[in-house]
């Protein structure tokens, strides 16, 4: 089946220290987004690839950056964690950028905590 | 502009009554509609979509939500409720923006089946 798939999906690490998340996908699509959703919380986009086209949402922290070395995989890096990010982080891909109609598929996301 | 308005942050209903989840919208655009459902420690998943066609939208799991543009609504029902469906119900709006996809979430629904 074709999918979105995020690993790990479960991340502990220190304050301060980098930390990476993966997403890849089967789907072949252009669009690659990260989402960050705290508790009891809508989901917020911090940023998306169309395909090697970096896109930032304007209040997303610089301590987030983003790769994407190919049209898979999408890893979402945290260079100095805070208490703050600690949250669940989504992945979702759509087929098109700009298309109001395209449904984005996401995984099952990687739940980030903070010691 | 565009927004979204889920008017019940929890709902709980017993199992096998109707369930109304509801959702209203402001666009500046003709928007697509969408609701997505979260389960605990899961990702998001696409019940249904309204794209301009259709006013009312059967999707997975017996849900169906009908778009109503002269009360700027797009409320979720269904018939019966089942335990599986206890979950965080999300409404989207998505309007093209600026050659983007823009995409807003509502603030979520839990709902509660109580058995």
């Known amino acids: 089946d074709a999918m979105v798939i995020q690993n790990p999906r479960y991340q502990v690490t220190q304050f301060g220290k980098p930390v990476t998340l993966s997403c890849s996908q089967t789907l072949n699509h252009n669009v690659m987004y990260w989402y960050q959703q705290k508790s009891s919380q809508a989901p917020k986009l911090l940023f998306h690839y169309y395909d090697k086209d970096f896109n930032n949402e304007a209040d997303t922290p610089d301590n987030f950056q983003s790769r994407r070395p190919n049209t898979s995989f999408c890893f979402l890096d945290i260079r100095s964690p805070g208490l703050g990010d600690a949250a669940m982080y989504l992945c979702?891909?759509?087929?098109?950028?700009?298309?109001?109609?395209?449904?984005?598929?996401f995984g099952p996301g990687t739940r980030l905590t903070v010691l | 502009a565009q927004s979204v308005t889920q008017l019940d942050s929890h709902v709980s209903v017993s199992e096998g009554t109707p369930v109304l989840l509801r959702c209203n919208y402001s666009s500046s655009y003709s928007p697509s509609l969408f609701w997505y459902v979260q389960h605990p420690n899961k990702g998001l998943q696409l019940l249904l979509k309204y794209t301009s066609a259709a006013t009312l939208v059967k999707g997975i799991n017996g849900f169906e939500a009908e778009f109503k543009k002269s009360e700027t609504s797009f409320h979720l029902t269904k018939p019966s409720a089942h335990m599986s469906d206890a979950a965080e119900y999300f409404c989207?709006?998505?309007?093209?923006?600026?050659?983007?996809?823009?995409?807003?979430f509502g603030t979520g629904t839990k709902l509660q089946v109580i058995p």
């Open positions: 979702a891909t759509s087929r098109e950028q700009g298309v109001a109609t395209d449904t984005q598929y």
């Open positions: 989207v709006v998505s309007v093209r923006s600026g050659g983007y996809q823009k995409v807003t």
